[in-house]
């Protein structure tokens, strides 16, 4: 490759990569950044398109290792991505004719978690059910299948995208495909009350959904707090008001919503100073009409 030159080497090795791949970059995690370039280099998968069959038929089933929402053990499931359906689903037994879950397209994300799930090619899904966040957590021995699940779902968003905004260029629709969480670790948190003692949560920042759970891989987020923008009276203040007790960690955080404030508390001022920076982008970034909606489901949220 180097005797090519880079352009040239692009040129062939990347010619026919599809607009819903997933381009890895030096944040992203080992497993896709060798993948992509055993794509290029070793499969020749974009010179050929039919190689491209595994992510971009519209179909895609196989057995992954599912994390158990109860128990914590990984257990062989089938799952069945269908664009026809809208869908992926999975199946606690080989011969059942009736899905476990069924995840509407249209909420699903999917990201690398290779840490908190301990293993190399831990993914992440999420959906939403009944306006609410569902993780599962998935992984399979091979590296290339679970970079092709990934594309496969990637793929799917794609296509409903390009029905539901036909108007959109594949520039404008490609950052909407799956992203990365924007900040996860532990915080600690009170009640609506701030009277209650100070509990260690971990938290999920979701783009404009913070959602807090008792452990990393629980399945379901105790609850979640919408972060709107500022010009809808959303704010981050660094610090707790002067009557607040209880906590552990001593770097707070005050985060102010048109309804309440939420108190949290980090262990470091580096932590800190990281939830801030991600609260902030947030709340500096107008809300886009879909979230005006989203907004308005978390009102009726106990």
Partial sequence: VAAMGNSAAKAKYEQKVPAFYYRPTHTDCKLLREQWIRAKYERNEFEFIEKQEPYSAGYREGFLWKRGRDNG??????????????????????DARDPKAVMKIETLNATFQPAKIGNPCGLQITYLK?????????????AKEMVDWFNAIRAA???????????????ELVPKLTRNFMKEG????????????????WFTMDDRRLMYFKDPLDAYARGEVFI????????????LPPST??????????IVTPDRKFLFACETEAEQRDWIAAFQRVINRPMRPQEYAVEAHFKHKP
């Fill in 130 to 142: 009944d306006n609410s966040t569902r993780n599962i957590f998935v992984y399979h021995s091979d």
């Fill in 186 to 201: 532990f915080m600690e948190k009170t009640g609506p009350k701030h009277t209650e003692g100070f509990k260690k949560r």
């Fill in 157 to 171: 968003r794609f296509h409903y995208l390009q029905v539901a905004f036909p108007g959109a260029s594949d520039e």
């Fill in 73 to 94: 053990q990984f257990l062989s499931r089938k799952f069945v991505l269908s664009e026809r359906e809208g869908a992926l689903k999975y199946f606690n037994k080989q």
């Fill in 245 to 254: 007790q209880g906590y552990h960690w001593n770097h707070g955080i005050t």
């Fill in 228 to 239: 709107g923008s500022k010009e809808n009276s959303y704010t981050v203040l660094s610090g």
